[in-house]
């Protein structure tokens, strides 16, 4: 059997029909398949690559951690200098009150780690979250899914969960003093980029406060310059009680992260103690690139030409197959016909050396979210492709 066939056999598959491509090479916006063809990377590894595969830095930092040491003891009991030093490091470019950083192994453990904590800190039991929302694939984490299809399979589901309406201002009255937290993507992602109306989110914020409710937004696919700030909150002129990042945080490798005040976090050190256990999260390697990644993000100035990018994209995708173009920097959604006509123009995509995707819940959108360091000229060759795609469906 070929790697392909063993791949089918006895890999677990999520799907019947997966891209199935073999890659064998990654670098900074390219892939290689087992055959040699390439493919320009517009999706980031579902927003990951921020600073684009392999990353020279990034993979140094992984060499050098992995020959210092590797796991040595479950999170929290010994000082480990790379879970230190990114700590120290995203505390520094957080507002004062994000300044205790909790390393998971992935976004959705981040998530977990944040209900439970605002569980402990306020003694409510209370969630609510948003229609369209996607904040994991774990238990806890499916139960504020903002999408019934996806959810209803898994029932019983955690108990004390409300689903509001995002943008919508009276599904506000649903916190109240007996609400944990909220938890909202500061962008939505899966719903098909769904940006946040100023005036509602700052009511939302408001609200938080007033009820004593924490305010937890979710970053994990949107932050770390992906929207042409470090944070995409910075732009909606709030601050969260707790923030969630993970898949762009790790350069590559597998790292979350929930990170709040060091009072809030100070809840799950007692009664009981050890309020969170995980044995790999922040991992020393992924820390150690999770670092190199975040100062190469921000050492090269890579953020202050997403907006520019973004505009480039926008001027470019103009096809009368195309609806609307929803966008926040380089998380961007193609909003098509329909399902068929956009796997179609996917597929025409892939053939022709372009790696693009659809959304959980917009299955009609194409998703845009490449490494952050395309070039206007790779920008202009990929629209080209979609557009003469679209021709061609
Ligand atoms: C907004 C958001 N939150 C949470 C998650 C879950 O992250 P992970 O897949 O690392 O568990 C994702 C993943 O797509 C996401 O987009």
Request: proline letters at 4%; glycine letters at 8%; a negative charge.
């Amino acid at each position: 059997m070929n790697n392909r066939q063993l791949f089918l056999q006895h890999v677990a598959q999520t799907s019947d029909a997966p891209l199935a491509l073999e890659i064998v090479k990654a670098e900074g916006m390219y892939m290689w398949d087992a055959g040699g063809k390439q493919y320009l990377d517009l999706i980031a590894g579902i927003s990951v690559c921020n600073v684009g595969h392999c990353h020279p830095a990034v993979v140094k930092a992984i060499q050098e951690q992995a020959q210092q040491y590797m796991h040595l003891l479950v999170y929290g009991e010994f000082v480990q200098s790379p879970q230190v030093a990114f700590a120290t490091a995203l505390s520094g470019h957080l507002p004062e009150n994000l300044s205790t950083v909790y390393f998971t192994n992935s976004g959705a453990e981040a998530v977990e780690g944040a209900m439970k904590l605002a569980k402990r800190y306020t003694g409510r039991t209370e969630i609510a979250a948003f229609n369209r929302a996607y904040h994991g694939s774990t238990q806890g984490a499916l139960s504020i899914l903002g999408d019934e299809y996806w959810r209803n399979a898994y029932r019983p589901l955690l108990p004390g969960i409300h689903h509001l309406e995002y943008n919508d201002f009276r599904s506000l009255d649903a916190i109240t003093d007996k609400t944990a937290a909220v938890i909202a993507e500061s962008i939505q992602g899966e719903g098909g980029v769904i940006v946040p109306q100023p005036e509602w989110i700052h009511a939302l914020r408001e609200k938080c406060t007033a009820t004593g409710t924490l305010l937890i937004l979710d970053e994990i696919q949107c932050g770390l310059g992906r929207n042409g700030t470090l944070w995409a909150f910075e732009q909606l002129g709030i601050i969260p009680d707790i923030l969630l990042l993970g898949k762009a945080l790790g350069g590559g490798m597998p790292l979350g992260a929930f990170i709040s005040s060091h009072d809030i976090m100070w809840s799950l050190t007692n009664n009981p103690v050890l309020g969170h256990i995980t044995t790999f999260g922040g991992h020393p390697v992924n820390c150690a690139a999770g670092l190199a990644s975040f100062n190469a993000l921000l050492e090269a100035d890579i953020i202050k030409d997403v907006k520019s990018k973004e505009q480039l994209f926008l001027q470019h995708l103009k096809h009368p197959a195309i609806k609307a173009v929803r966008s926040k920097g380089l998380m961007m959604a193609v909003e098509l016909e329909n399902f068929a006509v956009n796997k179609k123009t996917i597929d025409y995509c892939i053939e022709h050396g372009i790696l693009t995707d659809w959304f959980l819940f917009a299955p009609e959108c194409m998703r845009i979210a490449p490494p952050l360091i395309i070039t206007a000229e790779e920008i202009i060759k990929a629209c080209k492709v979609i557009c003469d795609g679209l021709d061609n469906v």
